[in-house]
């Protein structure tokens, strides 16, 4: 299996007083599905906008597709966003165009598919999602799982090689965020990345190859196999899971 990210020796902190990720460093296999476990605060999000090349770390290096994050020669953004796809935590960050259509629409459009396509896609999209009575709505005015779900479609519309989550069931009800394991499931068996922040043990339970667990001091506590990791009671207290 060959390698989509590699993280090596990450630190980062918002100011310097205040750690957020110590000594990062592991690796994710094309079609792995990696859940990064964790209690609040302990670096998470910040890991996966490290992934996203949203913020860059203070010392490390991140690797995605053979290739050094950022780096001015051997970088592309542009083929880095359409391999890789991310989902924020708050879907308030995430949405911003007038209606459900137009939010879904923009990454499609952005790559350069023609309107007959893209109008296509977005349709499919919306079917697939269970969305299609609020196309024509504004995304900041919807529920918080409709806002979700919005936000889910408008990033795995373009069916990104790698998708970051952040707390993707978070504000879904029970249908739906069976549907989602479902439907991530059913992505991963067709290559798709996933790695998925989340405190959901169900979820870690379900989709996972591998699991990351990070401690309050914000460095990795544990790598392994989700059988290990969610049978070790000690563990899992110790990173306030259980
Ligand atoms: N914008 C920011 N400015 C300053 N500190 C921040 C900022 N965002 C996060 N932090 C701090 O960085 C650390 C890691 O935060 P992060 O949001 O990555 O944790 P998390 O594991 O995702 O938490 P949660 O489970 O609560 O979402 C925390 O100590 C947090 O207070």
Request: net charge negative; glycine share 6%.
């Amino acid at each position: 299996m060959s390698t989509v990210f590699e993280l090596k020796n990450v630190y980062y902190s918002y100011n310097k007083s205040v750690p957020a990720l110590i000594d990062i460093t592991f690796e994710v296999k094309k079609g792995e599905k990696l859940i990064l476990l964790g209690a609040n605060g302990s670096g998470k999000s910040t890991l996966l906008k490290l992934m996203d090349n949203l913020i860059s770390p203070d010392s490390g290096e991140i690797w995605a597709f053979g290739k050094l994050l950022g780096d001015k020669k051997t970088f592309d953004e542009y083929e880095f966003r359409k391999k890789v796809g991310f989902v924020f935590q708050d879907s308030d960050v995430q949405l911003f165009s007038t209606t459900v259509f137009d939010e879904i629409a923009f990454a499609p459009l952005q790559m350069g598919l023609k309107e007959d396509e893209v109008q296509k896609i977005v349709e499919e999209t919306l079917i697939s999602f269970g969305i299609e009575k609020l196309k024509d709505r504004p995304p900041h005015r919807l529920s918080g799982g409709e806002k979700k779900k919005v936000a889910l479609a408008s990033v795995m519309v373009i069916n990104p090689e790698v998708l970051l989550l952040d707390e993707p069931t978070n504000g879904l009800d029970p249908r739906s965020k069976k549907w989602l394991l479902v439907k991530l499931q059913e992505l991963n068996k067709k290559g798709t990345t996933i790695v998925i922040a989340t405190h959901d043990l169900d979820m870690a339970a379900t989709l996972s190859d591998r699991i990351i667990v990070l401690n309050e001091n914000h460095s990795i506590e544990a790598i392994g196999k989700p059988d290990e990791i969610l049978k070790d009671k000690e563990l899992l207290l110790k990173v306030n899971l259980i």
